[in-house]
């Protein structure tokens, strides 16, 4: 019998500093603007941390802004399950909890794009015995989820995105 051992990654110096997450925002606009172009031939495959060499894949989510009203879009992991599609608030391991987490939470109506597939889709965050459930799915599919979660304070928000009727 095997056990899936997850290796937990220790935090990385500088994950803190404030220019991260402007780094995460560029490389996100950019990821977002090439999934866009080409319908996700690229883009749609994150191939960073665990995911090195062969890739895992990557969804486009739409929020709207809580204080602007405007669209906002940025690339996500996910997994399928059934018709709900499951992300993970984690933003690799930084404090806070992320924007489109909040602005989902302001406002649980969003569009989501796997490779050429768009859906309206309805937010919401996991309950305590959904999390349950959903937390090692998403760290066998994303081992560095497990890692993330050991560098903050906060618990790493799970959403399950539902079709809307």
Not at 120 to 141: D, F, G, I, Q, Y
């Amino acid at each position: 019998m095997t056990t899936n051992v997850v290796k937990i990654k220790p935090k990385p110096d500088g994950l803190d500093k404030p220019y991260v997450g402007k780094i995460i925002k560029v490389m996100s606009a950019v990821n977002t603007a090439m999934y866009r172009w080409t319908g996700g031939l690229l883009g749609s495959t994150w191939r960073v941390g665990s995911a090195f060499p062969w890739g895992i894949p990557l969804l486009l989510l739409t929020t709207i802004g809580r204080k602007t009203g405007l669209p906002r879009t940025l690339p996500l992991v996910f997994i399928e399950d059934g018709s709900k599609v499951i992300v993970a608030g984690s933003q690799g391991g930084l404090p806070k909890d992320p924007l489109w987490y909040r602005n989902l939470q302001a406002n649980p109506e969003c569009q989501v794009q796997i490779k050429r597939r768009t859906m309206k889709m309805t937010a919401r965050t996991a309950s305590p015995e959904e999390r349950e459930v959903l937390w090692p799915k998403l760290v066998a599919h994303y081992p560095d989820f497990a890692s993330y979660a050991t560098w903050m304070d906060r618990v790493i928000p799970i959403v399950i995105l539902e079709p809307t009727i």
